[in-house]
């Protein structure tokens, strides 16, 4: 049926029109919405960067940065106070900022030297308060490989975000002159004024307030990242002294446990400074667990050495070589590593001295030292004339143990494997302290 009333298709027409209106504006209301929802999903956040540049700074800078990239973050606010620190570790951190995809902001808001420097130019904008300086990173040591290197580590970084290569190199090497800009034989450091005429950063910000107004953005958007009681611990277990302090601690105590029968304080105490050592500096990333696992085979080698095979020889040298190599690796630089290992051997064998002077001597330590005790333990010049005697075995031996000969007790280890207790043996060699003894079958009667 046809409707040809103008006026009913009028009406229609109208309906129409408003139906479609009604539609458009709910469709706006939806867009506006799920636009809201997307700004607000792109967070802004921040981080404070203070005090010295060490692996325990990566650990926290790479959770930060992890947690943000994880929440859908778009920008990262790097706040930076510090004198520097650590090369390694800057290193390891600037590469982190690098690979990730968030837009680096970093702010410099006091002193940003030597290492923070490095990190300071990762920024993709770079922010800096009045009265603020960044630079003076001069290597140690000052050697020609170690500035070689650090200088094209700051020109590649300066580059990679747009800025000029030379001036960075200028902070690191004092041999580098640019004119109107710094004279040989000085290191460059720059003021937050000279920092943005020479476009070394971007704008003056004399706080996060006033670096979100620069960036039009809310300071309620900024989302804070503080540091967590489990990065405050690692940061000081991982410090060079607490590192070495703890050391010092597990080797006495296990001396101490070695000096007295038993397994108790000692060796409790020991193994736990062990653990909490490795823990933190494996939490870190500075190691991964085959220094870990070389550290346990030196120690295991060594302790072979004592109880299986008596003298000192290729079992014992080893096992401390792994220790030493396991432990140089767990610091920062050749340096700091060489100066913990020696400090830590020095005062080890100092208390390990004491004690013995305190405590005496035991079967254990006895093991190593062979010398002559009230127990009837005797050196080796005493032993020449062992040979072809014979003796009786007061313990198993397996193969090492302890045998008797002329009313004195001494250690030896049998030529072939194992050697009942009670049993009648021949010393066939002395070499040093080992005494090899074979075991001689008595006659039927």
């Given amino acids: ?68 990239e994880a929440e859908g973050a778009e920008e990262f606010i790097i ?4 004198l520097g620190g650590y090369v390694d570790p800057a290193l390891r951190i600037r590469d982190r900022i690098f690979n990730s995809p968030l837009r680096i902001i970093t702010f410099v808001n006091g002193r940003a030297w030597s290492a923070a420097a490095l990190l300071a130019l990762t920024g993709d904008e770079i922010y800096i308060s009045s009265g603020s300086s960044i630079g003076a990173a001069e290597t140690r040591p000052q050697e020609e490989k170690y500035i070689s290197a650090l200088r094209k580590e700051f020109a590649a970084t300066a580059e990679r975000t747009g800025r000029n290569g030379q001036i960075a190199e200028a902070m690191v090497d004092s041999d580098l002159e640019i004119e109107s800009i710094i004279e040989r034989e000085k290191l460059l450091t720059l003021t937050a004024r000279e920092a943005v005429e020479l476009g070394m950063a971007d704008f003056i910000a004399e706080n996060l307030n006033e670096l979100s107004e620069l960036k039009s953005i809310r300071t309620e958007e900024i989302i804070r990242i503080e540091r967590s009681s489990l990065h405050n611990i690692i940061a000081l277990i991982t410090n060079p002294y607490i590192s070495a302090l703890l050391l010092v601690v597990a080797f006495s105590a296990l001396i101490f446990e070695a000096l007295t029968p038993g397994f108790a304080v000692g060796g409790t105490i020991g193994i736990l400074s062990l653990l909490i050592f490795f823990a933190g500096h494996i939490l870190t990333g500075a190691i991964g667990m085959g220094m870990l696992i070389l550290f346990m085979i030196g120690i295991i080698l060594i302790f072979f050495e004592i109880f299986v095979i008596p003298g000192f020889g290729v079992a014992g040298i080893s096992g401390i070589t792994a220790v030493l190599i396991s432990l140089f690796f767990v610091f920062p630089n050749r340096t700091i590593a060489l100066n913990v290992l020696l400090g830590v051997m020095f005062f080890t064998l100092l208390i390990a001295f004491i004690m013995i002077k305190k405590l005496g001597t035991s079967r254990f330590w006895n093991k190593i030292s062979l010398e002559k005790s009230s127990e009837g333990y005797y050196s080796s010049s005493d032993k020449k004339d062992y040979v072809g005697r014979k003796a009786v075995t007061i313990t198993k031996l397996r193969p090492a143990g302890t045998i008797e000969i002329d009313n004195s007790r001494v250690d030896a280890v049998s030529e ?18 080992r005494i090899v003894v074979r075991e001689i079958e008595e006659e039927a009667k």
């Avoid at 043996?425 to 302290?433: F, K, N, P, Q």
């Fill in 1 to 68: 049926m046809e409707v040809n009333n103008p006026l009913i298709l009028i009406l229609g027409v109208k309906k129409l029109r408003k139906k479609v209106l009604i539609f458009l504006i709910l469709f706006l209301i939806i867009i506006t919405i799920f636009s809201s929802a997307e700004r607000a999903s792109a967070s802004i956040y921040h981080i404070q960067l203070e005090g010295e540049i060490n692996i325990a700074q990566y650990s926290f800078i790479n959770d930060a940065l992890t947690k943000a």
């Fill in 79 to 82: 706040e930076i106070n510090s």
């Fill in 416 to 433: 072939g494997g194992f050697i009942e207790k009670n049993s009648t043996v021949e010393v066939v060699s002395v070499s040093g302290s």
